[in-house]
């Protein structure tokens, strides 16, 4: 599997992934859908990481770096919209994924990495924290808005 940061040409095959996610709708491509993803594109801090199969985005993970006024001044990194496609699970995609994410962050300086998931599968739980995170740490609250 090649690991790299997305490129303004990957925007269908990761929204194509996306539609795996909370089974998201592959939505049109709109003037609105190409003005965010030149946002999310060209914004440091923004990194869009995927994992590709011949060519194919089969696995992704956002991170994002978050600047800080406590910590020494040190940012944080927060994961999100963790993927990896049912047909390549298993084989330590999402891993590799969630280490690059990590690599990132520590050359961004940051003091902590976070990430939340919905998911209460035991099996999904145990990916985490054999990626390195704890939920002993921290209780997180959500606000639907």
């Known amino acids: 599997m090649e690991i ?17 996610l909370h089974d998201n709708p592959m ?8 003005l965010l993803w030149e946002r999310i594109i060209n914004d440091k801090d923004h990194h869009i990481i995927a994992g590709l199969v011949n060519d194919r985005i089969i696995s992704s993970c956002v991170v994002v770096i978050i600047p800080n006024l406590t910590h020494n001044q040190r940012p944080y990194a927060l994961v999100e919209n963790v993927i990896t496609d049912e047909k390549y699970r298993k084989k330590g995609y999402g891993t590799a994924l969630l280490n690059y994410a990590k690599d990132i962050a520590v050359k961004d300086n940051c003091y902590k990495i976070m990430l939340l998931t919905g998911s209460k599968k035991e099996s999904t739980l ?20």
């Open 27 to 34: 939505p049109e491509m709109t003037e609105t859908v190409e």
């Open 4 to 20: 790299r940061e997305v490129n303004k040409e990957d925007l269908t095959g990761l929204l194509e992934l996306y539609t795996l």
């Open 126 to 145: 145990s990916f985490y924290e054999q990626a390195g995170f704890n939920m002993k740490d921290k209780t997180a609250f959500i606000q639907w808005l």
